[in-house]
Protein backbone atom coordinates (compact mmCIF):
# COMPACT_ATOMS: atom_id res chain seq x y z
CA UNK A 1 0.00 0.00 0.00
CA UNK A 2 1.25 3.64 -1.23
CA UNK A 3 2.89 5.22 2.50
CA UNK A 4 0.87 8.17 3.19
CA UNK A 5 2.92 11.53 3.75
CA UNK A 6 3.14 13.41 6.82
CA UNK A 7 0.44 15.48 6.45
CA UNK A 8 -1.65 13.09 5.77
CA UNK A 9 -1.33 11.54 8.53
CA UNK A 10 -1.28 13.87 10.87
CA UNK A 11 -4.74 15.29 9.92
CA UNK A 12 -6.09 11.97 10.51
CA UNK A 13 -4.77 11.47 14.18
CA UNK A 14 -4.46 15.76 15.43
CA UNK A 15 -1.29 14.02 17.40
CA UNK A 16 2.29 13.92 16.96
CA UNK A 17 5.19 12.06 18.46
CA UNK A 18 7.95 14.00 19.39
CA UNK A 19 11.81 12.87 18.86
CA UNK A 20 12.07 12.10 22.56
CA UNK A 21 8.50 9.70 21.94
CA UNK A 22 6.45 11.91 23.62
CA UNK A 23 2.51 11.97 22.44
CA UNK A 24 1.60 15.54 21.37
CA UNK A 25 -2.18 17.35 20.80
CA UNK A 26 -1.73 19.47 17.47
CA UNK A 27 -3.29 22.70 18.35
CA UNK A 28 -2.68 23.73 14.41
CA UNK A 29 -0.53 23.44 11.36
CA UNK A 30 0.73 25.00 8.10
CA UNK A 31 2.29 22.93 4.89
CA UNK A 32 4.75 24.66 2.47
CA UNK A 33 5.63 22.75 -0.72
CA UNK A 34 8.18 20.99 1.41
CA UNK A 35 7.50 21.70 5.26
CA UNK A 36 5.35 21.49 7.78
CA UNK A 37 4.73 23.87 10.54
CA UNK A 38 3.02 22.23 13.81
CA UNK A 39 2.19 24.06 16.53
CA UNK A 40 0.71 21.54 19.51
CA UNK A 41 -1.19 22.25 22.36
CA UNK A 42 1.54 22.93 24.75
CA UNK A 43 2.50 25.36 22.92
CA UNK A 44 6.12 23.76 21.41
CA UNK A 45 6.37 24.84 17.88
CA UNK A 46 8.65 22.95 14.70
CA UNK A 47 9.04 22.50 11.42
CA UNK A 48 8.96 19.09 9.33
CA UNK A 49 9.96 17.70 6.57
CA UNK A 50 6.41 16.73 4.44
CA UNK A 51 8.03 13.31 3.64
CA UNK A 52 6.64 9.96 3.31
CA UNK A 53 9.83 8.05 5.08
CA UNK A 54 11.04 10.02 8.08
CA UNK A 55 11.56 8.81 11.58
CA UNK A 56 8.32 10.76 12.68
CA UNK A 57 6.14 9.54 9.61
CA UNK A 58 7.32 6.03 10.65
CA UNK A 59 6.00 6.44 14.54
CA UNK A 60 3.00 8.04 13.42
CA UNK A 61 2.08 5.11 11.05
CA UNK A 62 3.23 2.48 13.85
CA UNK A 63 1.69 4.34 16.71
CA UNK A 64 4.40 4.03 18.67
CA UNK A 65 5.18 6.63 21.51
CA UNK A 66 6.68 6.83 25.26
CA UNK A 67 4.74 9.09 27.35
CA UNK A 68 1.72 11.36 26.82
CA UNK A 69 2.47 15.42 27.29
CA UNK A 70 0.96 16.32 30.22
CA UNK A 71 1.09 19.68 29.34
CA UNK A 72 -0.90 19.01 26.01
CA UNK A 73 -3.95 17.54 28.63
CA UNK A 74 -4.67 14.57 26.21
CA UNK A 75 -7.86 12.53 26.72
CA UNK A 76 -7.60 9.28 27.82
CA UNK A 77 -9.76 8.34 25.16
CA UNK A 78 -7.40 9.80 22.64
CA UNK A 79 -4.43 8.28 23.90
CA UNK A 80 -5.90 4.97 24.01
CA UNK A 81 -7.40 5.11 20.44
CA UNK A 82 -3.98 6.36 19.05
CA UNK A 83 -2.26 3.01 21.48
CA UNK A 84 -4.95 0.50 19.86
CA UNK A 85 -3.15 1.01 16.21
CA UNK A 86 -6.53 1.36 14.74
CA UNK A 87 -6.31 2.39 11.30
CA UNK A 88 -9.81 3.25 9.83
CA UNK A 89 -10.55 3.19 5.96
CA UNK A 90 -12.59 6.47 6.50
CA UNK A 91 -9.28 8.66 6.93
CA UNK A 92 -11.11 11.41 6.18
CA UNK A 93 -11.21 12.51 10.04
CA UNK A 94 -9.37 15.20 10.92
CA UNK A 95 -8.89 15.80 14.59
CA UNK A 96 -7.35 19.26 14.08
CA UNK A 97 -9.79 21.39 16.16
CA UNK A 98 -7.91 24.60 16.01
CA UNK A 99 -6.31 25.82 12.93
CA UNK A 100 -4.46 28.98 13.22
CA UNK A 101 -2.59 31.53 10.66
CA UNK A 102 0.60 32.72 11.28
CA UNK A 103 1.23 36.38 11.48
CA UNK A 104 1.42 38.33 7.79
CA UNK A 105 4.44 39.47 7.99
CA UNK A 106 6.10 35.89 9.16
CA UNK A 107 7.55 33.55 6.53
CA UNK A 108 5.21 30.36 6.54
CA UNK A 109 9.06 28.44 7.00
CA UNK A 110 11.47 30.46 9.35
CA UNK A 111 14.73 28.53 10.50
CA UNK A 112 15.40 29.75 13.93
CA UNK A 113 18.83 30.98 15.66
CA UNK A 114 19.41 31.14 19.11
CA UNK A 115 20.12 34.57 19.63
CA UNK A 116 16.44 35.61 17.61
CA UNK A 117 15.00 35.11 20.77
CA UNK A 118 11.64 33.88 18.78
CA UNK A 119 9.05 32.25 20.84
CA UNK A 120 9.35 29.50 18.58
CA UNK A 121 11.68 26.33 20.16
CA UNK A 122 14.74 25.09 18.22
CA UNK A 123 13.97 21.91 16.57
CA UNK A 124 16.25 19.24 15.26
CA UNK A 125 13.63 19.15 12.39
CA UNK A 126 14.34 22.29 10.58
CA UNK A 127 15.37 22.46 6.84
CA UNK A 128 18.85 21.92 6.93
CA UNK A 129 20.43 22.80 3.21
CA UNK A 130 23.91 21.52 1.86
CA UNK A 131 24.93 24.35 0.30
CA UNK A 132 27.09 25.62 2.97
CA UNK A 133 26.90 29.41 1.45
CA UNK A 134 23.78 29.58 2.47
CA UNK A 135 23.42 27.20 5.26
CA UNK A 136 22.06 29.41 8.14
CA UNK A 137 24.23 28.97 11.26
CA UNK A 138 22.15 26.43 13.51
CA UNK A 139 22.46 24.25 10.68
CA UNK A 140 26.26 24.36 10.98
CA UNK A 141 26.00 24.46 14.59
CA UNK A 142 23.91 20.63 14.10
CA UNK A 143 26.42 19.95 11.54
CA UNK A 144 29.46 20.46 13.62
CA UNK A 145 27.74 18.34 16.53
CA UNK A 146 27.15 16.01 14.51
CA UNK A 147 30.59 15.64 13.13
CA UNK A 148 32.36 15.82 16.24
CA UNK A 149 30.24 13.16 17.59
CA UNK A 150 31.73 11.01 14.70
CA UNK A 151 34.87 12.47 15.55
CA UNK A 152 35.11 11.31 18.98
CA UNK A 153 33.85 7.86 17.57
CA UNK A 154 36.48 7.68 15.53
CA UNK A 155 39.33 8.74 18.37
CA UNK A 156 37.81 6.36 20.52
CA UNK A 157 37.77 3.48 17.96
CA UNK A 158 41.76 4.43 17.85
CA UNK A 159 42.63 3.44 20.76
CA UNK A 160 44.78 3.85 23.72
CA UNK A 161 45.86 7.05 23.55
CA UNK A 162 42.63 8.82 23.82
CA UNK A 163 41.42 6.38 26.14
CA UNK A 164 41.24 6.98 30.04
CA UNK A 165 43.87 4.28 30.75
CA UNK A 166 46.36 6.36 29.32
CA UNK A 167 48.03 8.06 31.96
CA UNK A 168 46.78 11.73 31.49
CA UNK A 169 50.45 13.24 30.89
CA UNK A 170 50.14 17.00 30.53
CA UNK A 171 51.00 16.60 26.99
CA UNK A 172 47.99 14.38 25.97
CA UNK A 173 45.95 16.93 28.02
CA UNK A 174 47.20 19.43 26.11
CA UNK A 175 45.91 17.66 22.87
CA UNK A 176 42.59 17.05 24.44
CA UNK A 177 42.04 21.11 25.10
CA UNK A 178 43.17 22.02 21.49
CA UNK A 179 40.32 22.98 19.50
CA UNK A 180 39.73 21.40 16.20
CA UNK A 181 37.45 22.83 13.42
CA UNK A 182 36.18 20.26 10.65
CA UNK A 183 36.12 21.69 7.41
CA UNK A 184 32.51 22.51 7.20
CA UNK A 185 33.15 24.52 10.33
CA UNK A 186 36.29 25.97 8.63
CA UNK A 187 34.43 27.43 5.91
CA UNK A 188 31.48 28.88 7.96
CA UNK A 189 33.87 30.59 10.03
CA UNK A 190 35.86 31.90 6.85
CA UNK A 191 32.48 33.01 5.25
CA UNK A 192 31.54 34.81 9.04
CA UNK A 193 35.02 37.12 8.61
CA UNK A 194 34.80 40.79 7.68
CA UNK A 195 36.81 41.36 4.79
CA UNK A 196 39.41 42.51 6.72
CA UNK A 197 39.60 40.42 9.63
CA UNK A 198 42.00 36.84 9.88
CA UNK A 199 41.98 33.63 11.68
CA UNK A 200 44.23 31.36 12.72
CA UNK A 201 42.48 28.27 13.16
CA UNK A 202 45.39 26.42 14.61
CA UNK A 203 46.03 29.11 17.20
CA UNK A 204 41.96 29.55 18.30
CA UNK A 205 41.32 29.07 21.32
CA UNK A 206 37.37 29.61 21.48
CA UNK A 207 35.04 26.66 20.64
CA UNK A 208 33.31 26.83 17.04
CA UNK A 209 29.99 27.68 18.74
CA UNK A 210 31.46 30.63 20.70
CA UNK A 211 33.21 31.90 17.70
CA UNK A 212 30.39 31.61 15.35
CA UNK A 213 28.22 33.13 17.91
CA UNK A 214 31.01 36.13 18.24
CA UNK A 215 30.91 36.08 14.51
CA UNK A 216 27.25 36.61 13.70
CA UNK A 217 26.81 39.79 16.41
CA UNK A 218 29.90 41.47 14.46
CA UNK A 219 27.92 40.64 11.45
CA UNK A 220 25.00 41.66 12.68
CA UNK A 221 26.29 45.13 13.45
CA UNK A 222 27.57 45.97 10.17
CA UNK A 223 24.82 45.52 8.40
CA UNK A 224 22.36 47.31 10.46
CA UNK A 225 25.41 49.95 10.06
CA UNK A 226 25.16 49.78 6.85
CA UNK A 227 21.38 50.20 6.86
CA UNK A 228 21.93 53.11 9.17
CA UNK A 229 24.38 55.07 7.17
CA UNK A 230 24.97 54.07 3.50
CA UNK A 231 21.76 51.83 2.30
CA UNK A 232 24.34 51.87 -1.29
CA UNK A 233 25.13 48.28 -2.76
CA UNK A 234 28.72 48.30 -3.53
CA UNK A 235 28.00 46.84 -7.02
CA UNK A 236 25.60 49.52 -8.05
CA UNK A 237 27.58 52.43 -6.32
CA UNK A 238 30.58 51.29 -8.43
CA UNK A 239 28.77 51.18 -11.72
CA UNK A 240 27.39 54.67 -11.06
CA UNK A 241 31.09 56.19 -9.74
CA UNK A 242 32.15 54.64 -13.23
CA UNK A 243 29.04 55.93 -15.38
CA UNK A 244 29.85 59.59 -14.20
CA UNK A 245 33.87 59.25 -14.71
CA UNK A 246 32.98 58.03 -18.34
CA UNK A 247 30.43 60.53 -19.09
CA UNK A 248 32.52 63.54 -17.48
CA UNK A 249 35.44 62.36 -19.84
CA UNK A 250 33.06 62.50 -22.98
CA UNK A 251 32.16 58.74 -23.61
CA UNK A 252 28.43 58.01 -24.06
CA UNK A 253 26.69 55.51 -21.85
CA UNK A 254 25.08 52.76 -23.93
CA UNK A 255 22.81 49.85 -23.39
CA UNK A 256 22.71 47.08 -25.31
CA UNK A 257 20.92 43.78 -25.68
CA UNK A 258 21.47 40.89 -22.57
CA UNK A 259 20.47 38.23 -24.85
CA UNK A 260 21.81 37.96 -28.22
CA UNK A 261 22.29 36.11 -30.98
CA UNK A 262 24.62 33.53 -30.72
CA UNK A 263 25.72 34.15 -34.64
CA UNK A 264 27.08 37.15 -33.04
CA UNK A 265 29.78 35.13 -30.96
CA UNK A 266 30.38 33.47 -34.04
CA UNK A 267 31.02 36.70 -35.52
CA UNK A 268 33.38 37.97 -32.73
CA UNK A 269 35.27 34.37 -33.57
CA UNK A 270 33.56 32.36 -31.06
CA UNK A 271 31.92 29.80 -33.13
CA UNK A 272 30.50 26.31 -31.99
CA UNK A 273 34.10 24.68 -33.29
CA UNK A 274 36.00 26.96 -30.77
CA UNK A 275 36.65 25.60 -27.17
CA UNK A 276 35.81 29.18 -25.84
CA UNK A 277 32.00 28.32 -26.98
CA UNK A 278 31.69 25.86 -24.54
CA UNK A 279 31.52 28.42 -21.96
CA UNK A 280 28.51 30.45 -23.28
CA UNK A 281 25.07 30.14 -21.66
CA UNK A 282 22.99 28.95 -24.98
CA UNK A 283 19.11 30.02 -24.76
CA UNK A 284 16.77 28.39 -27.47
CA UNK A 285 18.14 27.63 -30.81
CA UNK A 286 19.30 30.99 -31.57
CA UNK A 287 20.24 33.27 -28.74
CA UNK A 288 23.12 33.60 -25.68
CA UNK A 289 23.67 35.52 -22.63
CA UNK A 290 26.46 37.85 -23.68
CA UNK A 291 29.70 36.51 -22.28
CA UNK A 292 30.97 40.12 -23.37
CA UNK A 293 30.04 43.75 -24.61
CA UNK A 294 31.84 44.15 -27.83
CA UNK A 295 29.63 43.19 -30.72
CA UNK A 296 26.89 45.21 -28.89
CA UNK A 297 29.89 48.23 -28.97
CA UNK A 298 30.41 47.24 -32.58
CA UNK A 299 26.86 47.56 -34.05
CA UNK A 300 26.85 50.76 -31.94
CA UNK A 301 29.92 52.63 -33.56
CA UNK A 302 28.70 51.14 -36.80
CA UNK A 303 25.51 53.21 -36.38
CA UNK A 304 26.87 56.39 -34.84
CA UNK A 305 30.13 56.98 -37.66
CA UNK A 306 29.57 59.77 -39.73
CA UNK A 307 26.83 60.81 -36.90
CA UNK A 308 28.49 61.97 -34.15
CA UNK A 309 31.99 64.04 -34.21
CA UNK A 310 35.47 62.45 -34.09
CA UNK A 311 36.53 60.51 -32.37
CA UNK A 312 33.38 58.69 -30.95
CA UNK A 313 33.46 57.49 -27.61
CA UNK A 314 30.98 55.12 -26.15
CA UNK A 315 30.77 52.89 -23.13
CA UNK A 316 28.90 50.51 -21.46
CA UNK A 317 28.34 48.80 -18.04
CA UNK A 318 26.42 45.46 -17.61
CA UNK A 319 25.66 41.93 -16.97
CA UNK A 320 27.80 39.30 -18.76
CA UNK A 321 27.95 35.65 -18.53
CA UNK A 322 30.58 32.82 -18.59
CA UNK A 323 30.47 29.25 -18.04
CA UNK A 324 33.72 29.01 -15.34
CA UNK A 325 34.98 26.45 -13.48
CA UNK A 326 35.19 27.74 -9.77
CA UNK A 327 37.84 30.33 -8.77
CA UNK A 328 38.59 33.18 -6.64
CA UNK A 329 38.63 35.31 -9.79
CA UNK A 330 36.24 34.14 -11.86
CA UNK A 331 32.14 34.03 -11.67
CA UNK A 332 29.40 32.98 -14.28
CA UNK A 333 27.39 35.76 -13.95
CA UNK A 334 29.58 39.24 -13.69
CA UNK A 335 29.39 42.74 -14.60
CA UNK A 336 31.46 44.25 -17.70
CA UNK A 337 32.57 47.96 -18.09
CA UNK A 338 33.89 48.99 -21.67
CA UNK A 339 34.63 51.70 -22.83
CA UNK A 340 36.09 52.54 -26.50
CA UNK A 341 37.22 55.10 -28.68
CA UNK A 342 37.23 55.19 -32.71
CA UNK A 343 38.79 57.13 -35.12
CA UNK A 344 41.74 59.99 -34.13
CA UNK A 345 43.91 60.15 -31.16
CA UNK A 346 43.46 56.19 -31.08
CA UNK A 347 47.16 55.33 -29.76
CA UNK A 348 48.13 52.61 -27.17
CA UNK A 349 49.49 56.02 -25.32
CA UNK A 350 45.87 57.30 -25.49
CA UNK A 351 44.64 53.92 -24.00
CA UNK A 352 47.19 53.50 -21.13
CA UNK A 353 46.51 57.11 -20.39
CA UNK A 354 42.53 56.66 -19.76
CA UNK A 355 43.06 53.40 -17.96
CA UNK A 356 45.80 55.54 -15.94
CA UNK A 357 42.81 57.94 -14.88
CA UNK A 358 40.18 55.92 -14.37
CA UNK A 359 42.53 53.68 -11.92
CA UNK A 360 43.47 56.51 -10.19
CA UNK A 361 39.98 57.52 -9.80
CA UNK A 362 39.40 54.18 -8.18
CA UNK A 363 42.13 54.37 -6.20
CA UNK A 364 43.44 51.06 -7.76
CA UNK A 365 46.89 50.29 -8.01
CA UNK A 366 47.85 48.06 -10.94
CA UNK A 367 50.47 46.95 -13.58
CA UNK A 368 50.82 46.74 -16.99
CA UNK A 369 51.65 43.61 -18.98
CA UNK A 370 51.38 42.15 -22.61
CA UNK A 371 49.33 39.63 -23.36
CA UNK A 372 47.13 37.68 -26.17
CA UNK A 373 43.58 36.13 -26.52
CA UNK A 374 41.71 34.48 -29.29
CA UNK A 375 39.72 37.19 -29.82
CA UNK A 376 41.51 40.73 -30.50
CA UNK A 377 45.21 38.76 -30.52
CA UNK A 378 47.83 40.72 -28.85
CA UNK A 379 46.29 42.60 -25.97
CA UNK A 380 47.52 44.86 -22.99
CA UNK A 381 46.67 43.60 -19.38
CA UNK A 382 45.97 45.31 -16.46
CA UNK A 383 47.17 43.67 -13.37
CA UNK A 384 46.56 44.37 -9.66
CA UNK A 385 48.63 41.54 -7.74
CA UNK A 386 48.22 38.54 -9.55
CA UNK A 387 44.31 39.16 -10.80
CA UNK A 388 43.65 40.52 -14.55
CA UNK A 389 41.61 43.14 -13.84
CA UNK A 390 41.37 43.89 -17.66
CA UNK A 391 42.33 43.68 -20.58
CA UNK A 392 42.80 46.14 -23.01
CA UNK A 393 43.40 46.17 -26.82
CA UNK A 394 44.67 48.92 -29.88
CA UNK A 395 42.98 48.31 -32.96
CA UNK A 396 41.69 48.13 -35.82
CA UNK A 397 41.79 44.36 -36.37
CA UNK A 398 40.87 42.24 -39.37
CA UNK A 399 37.60 41.51 -36.98
CA UNK A 400 36.35 44.76 -37.69
CA UNK A 401 35.29 44.37 -41.55
CA UNK A 402 32.41 41.78 -40.32
CA UNK A 403 31.12 44.52 -37.85
CA UNK A 404 31.67 47.35 -41.01
CA UNK A 405 34.02 49.15 -39.45
CA UNK A 406 37.07 50.21 -40.94
CA UNK A 407 38.73 53.16 -38.08
CA UNK A 408 41.11 52.89 -35.84
CA UNK A 409 39.81 51.73 -32.63
CA UNK A 410 40.85 51.72 -28.53
CA UNK A 411 39.02 49.75 -25.98
CA UNK A 412 39.42 48.13 -22.56
CA UNK A 413 37.02 45.66 -20.83
CA UNK A 414 36.92 46.05 -16.83
CA UNK A 415 35.15 43.28 -14.56
CA UNK A 416 33.17 45.67 -11.71
CA UNK A 417 34.00 42.64 -9.27
CA UNK A 418 37.40 42.28 -9.92
CA UNK A 419 38.02 45.90 -9.66
CA UNK A 420 35.34 45.79 -6.25
CA UNK A 421 37.76 42.77 -5.09
CA UNK A 422 40.85 44.74 -5.46
CA UNK A 423 39.65 47.96 -3.17
CA UNK A 424 38.24 46.04 -0.44
CA UNK A 425 41.26 43.31 -0.52
CA UNK A 426 38.07 40.73 -0.72
CA UNK A 427 39.68 36.76 -0.29
CA UNK A 428 36.88 35.97 -2.40
CA UNK A 429 35.12 37.34 -5.80
CA UNK A 430 32.10 35.77 -4.45
CA UNK A 431 32.08 39.01 -2.00
CA UNK A 432 31.73 41.39 -4.65
CA UNK A 433 29.12 39.87 -6.45
CA UNK A 434 25.29 39.56 -6.91
CA UNK A 435 24.46 37.83 -4.35
CA UNK A 436 22.44 36.27 -1.38
CA UNK A 437 24.94 35.21 0.89
CA UNK A 438 26.72 38.28 1.26
CA UNK A 439 25.81 41.96 0.96
CA UNK A 440 28.65 44.73 0.41
CA UNK A 441 31.13 41.81 1.53
CA UNK A 442 29.80 40.66 4.80
CA UNK A 443 27.66 37.45 5.12
CA UNK A 444 23.85 37.77 5.38
CA UNK A 445 23.37 34.06 6.38
CA UNK A 446 23.16 35.00 10.06
P1 LIG B 1 40.56 35.52 -17.29
O1 LIG B 1 41.77 35.20 -18.15
O2 LIG B 1 40.94 36.04 -15.94
O3 LIG B 1 39.56 34.42 -17.25
P2 LIG B 1 39.62 36.89 -19.56
O4 LIG B 1 40.90 37.33 -20.19
O5 LIG B 1 38.94 35.70 -20.11
O6 LIG B 1 39.84 36.74 -17.99
P3 LIG B 1 38.38 39.13 -20.74
O7 LIG B 1 37.66 38.44 -21.82
O8 LIG B 1 39.64 39.82 -21.05
O9 LIG B 1 38.61 38.12 -19.54
O10 LIG B 1 37.34 40.09 -20.02
C1 LIG B 1 37.67 41.39 -19.59
C2 LIG B 1 37.59 41.49 -18.07
O11 LIG B 1 36.34 41.01 -17.58
C3 LIG B 1 38.62 40.66 -17.33
O12 LIG B 1 39.86 41.30 -17.30
C4 LIG B 1 37.98 40.55 -15.98
O13 LIG B 1 38.19 41.73 -15.22
C5 LIG B 1 36.52 40.44 -16.30
N1 LIG B 1 36.11 39.03 -16.32
C6 LIG B 1 36.20 38.16 -17.33
N2 LIG B 1 35.69 36.96 -17.00
C7 LIG B 1 35.25 37.09 -15.73
C8 LIG B 1 34.59 36.21 -14.82
N3 LIG B 1 34.28 34.97 -15.16
N4 LIG B 1 34.26 36.68 -13.59
C9 LIG B 1 34.55 37.94 -13.26
N5 LIG B 1 35.16 38.82 -14.07
C10 LIG B 1 35.50 38.41 -15.29
C1 LIG C 1 38.96 45.23 -25.73
C2 LIG C 1 37.16 42.96 -23.36
C3 LIG C 1 35.80 45.60 -30.63
C4 LIG C 1 36.01 48.47 -30.81
C5 LIG C 1 33.50 47.30 -30.06
C6 LIG C 1 35.60 47.23 -28.27
C7 LIG C 1 37.28 46.37 -26.93
C8 LIG C 1 38.27 44.74 -24.53
C9 LIG C 1 38.08 43.29 -24.47
C10 LIG C 1 36.14 41.98 -23.57
C11 LIG C 1 35.92 41.36 -24.90
N1 LIG C 1 38.05 45.31 -26.75
N2 LIG C 1 36.38 40.92 -22.75
O1 LIG C 1 36.45 46.22 -27.98
O2 LIG C 1 37.27 47.35 -26.24
O3 LIG C 1 35.29 41.94 -25.74
O4 LIG C 1 36.34 40.23 -25.05
SI1 LIG C 1 35.23 47.15 -29.93
MG1 LIG D 1 41.59 39.08 -20.70
Redesign the pocket.
Known amino acids: MEKKPLDTLISKNGLWVSRNGYLHSIRGCETSQKYIRIEMDCGEVIIVRNSKSSRSARLLRNHKFKKACKKCRLSEDRINEFSKRITRKDDAEVRIIRSFRLDKEKPAIKSLSADQGTPEKKSEHVPVMKDTENTPPVHADKIAKKQKEQGQKIKQKKGPENSKTSGGTPQSQKKLKKVEFTPVQKTRILSLLGPSEMISFSKEKRSFAELESTLVTKRKKDIREMYENSRENLLGKLERHITEFFVDMGFLEVRSPILIPFEYMERMGVGEDKKLSEQIFRVGENMCLR??LAPGLYNHLRKFDNLLPDPIRIFEIGP?Y?M?SEGN????E?T?L?FCQMGSRCTRNELEFIIGEFLDFLGIEYEIIA?S?M?YGD?I??MHKN?????AVVGPIPMDMDWGINKPWIGA???L???LKAKHDFKN?KRASRSESYYNGISINL
Do not use: A, K, Q
Open positions: PMCRENHLEFMNDCVTDVMELSSGFGERLI
